[in-house]
């Protein structure tokens, strides 16, 4: 067997170029499809952080006529909820030094962080003080604040906030988050600025006591579905004037869009086989030109006593070893490209271990394939019409 693999070798080493190239187009082949592949993995976990930091890991639940406190302490009360953020949106105007600017006023409780995933730049987040001490404090997003004072550092900051209602307070600015870090500043993109305030100071000022909806993270490993029905029994026994109960389960429509890319990632993993197979082709092509080439080779060993089965061994060998080189070098190649390509953009690379093993065994496996027609050919050649062959 040791002679066979040293043929094979000698073999493709006599004309390097032509096998040099050959790697080369299996190479780049399989490093389309490790490209594509570990791009799809980095993808999916650069969606899945964003939805995180967007608060789509819950549940969202709502009342036709309104939450109310006692409806937050209940939920708050439940096994399967880790935490529960009040949420009441009102559309206002922010009046500075004479200017006047379309925002949303969102009272939130102590802790908004934990569900809502605000991002801090400036100063601090509300704490359970300012909740309880309805203090006029708030916090803005960075676009409002670049836009209305030309920095991010706006602590310390005030603001007149005008409701739709007519309802006014002033407000001190503690703190300044990313634009964009918060489900509900991409629920509400047609108003661009977002003011966070405390829950029990925007119902003083506004007269309302109820919420628009409460954001709750679940506790891990809870089921979604089974949470819902939870929540909903909870409130429905409670006899509180709310109206229907309704339930949004974030954790479903982020699941739903990962499968949406991951279906994706698999169509365009399959179209980058494409030039994977494309290389087989290149396989053939080479192996055939070798049969014809040592035509007189094959008459020879033959002669003096070389059988069928070594003849064929030899020449699906040559193609193992192309393609064996070809799938080292595309993996190389492929995964060098997604590690420069993610420390450039800042991402963190992937490397799906199981996808990576199975692209590199579907590579050997095209290769013996597409080398096995050759093989048979070069075996299947009688001695005395080898040795005649002029070519």
């Avoid at 503690?174 to 003011?195: F, K, R």
């Avoid at 006899?239 to 994706?264: C, F, K, W, Y």
């Avoid at 030039?275 to 082709?281: E, I, K, N, T, Y």
């Avoid at 070798?290 to 070389?306: L, P």
């Amino acid at each position: 067997m040791k002679g066979i693999w040293r043929s094979a070798w000698v073999s493709l080493r006599r004309k390097g170029l032509r096998s040099l190239l050959t790697v080369s187009s299996i190479a780049i082949g399989t490093a389309m499809v490790v490209l594509v592949l570990c791009i799809g993995q980095v993808g999916t976990q650069a969606v899945n952080a964003e939805l995180e930091s967007m608060g789509i890991n819950g549940l969202s639940v709502s009342a036709s006529d309104g939450l109310t406190v006692p409806c937050l302490t209940a939920i708050r009360g439940l096994d399967a909820v880790s935490e529960a953020m009040p949420l009441s949106l009102q559309f206002a105007s922010a009046q500075v030094e004479g200017s006047s600017y379309a925002v949303v006023g969102c009272g939130i409780d102590a802790g908004a962080d934990q569900v809502i995933s605000l991002q801090l730049l400036q100063g601090r987040l509300l704490n359970r003080g300012d909740v309880s001490g309805e203090e006029s404090v708030c916090v803005v997003d960075e676009a409002f604040a670049r836009e209305v004072y030309g920095r991010v550092n706006v602590v310390g900051q005030s603001l007149t906030l005008v409701y739709q209602t007519g309802a006014v307070t002033e407000l001190t600015v503690v703190g300044v988050t990313a634009t964009g870090s918060s489900l509900l500043q991409n629920v509400t993109a047609l108003i661009p600025y977002m003011v966070y305030m405390p829950y029990t100071t925007q119902q003083t000022v506004t007269g309302m006591q109820i919420f628009d909806q409460i954001a709750v993270r679940l506790t891990a490993g809870t089921v979604s579905e089974e949470a819902e029905k939870t929540i909903r029994r909870t409130l429905d026994r409670m006899g509180e004037p709310m109206g229907t109960v309704m339930t949004e389960n974030l954790a479903t429509q982020r699941e739903r869009l990962d499968s949406l890319v991951d279906i994706v990632s698999l169509a365009l993993t399959a179209v980058s086989g494409v030039s994977l197979l494309v290389s087989g082709f290149g396989i053939l092509t080479v192996m055939l030109s070798s049969v014809n080439e040592r035509t007189r080779e094959i008459g020879i060993k033959k002669a003096i006593g070389a059988t069928r089965r070594r003849i064929w061994l030899e020449f699906l060998v040559g193609a193992l070893l192309l393609s064996f080189f070809g799938a080292v070098g595309g993996l190389l190649l492929g995964g060098g490209a997604v590690l420069a390509g993610c420390l450039l953009l800042g991402y963190t690379p992937v490397f799906p271990l199981g996808g990576l093993a199975a692209v590199f065994l579907i590579t050997l496996a095209l290769g013996m394939a597409f080398g096995a027609y050759p093989a048979y050919q070069a075996a299947g050649m009688r001695p005395v019409e080898a040795l005649r062959y002029e070519g």
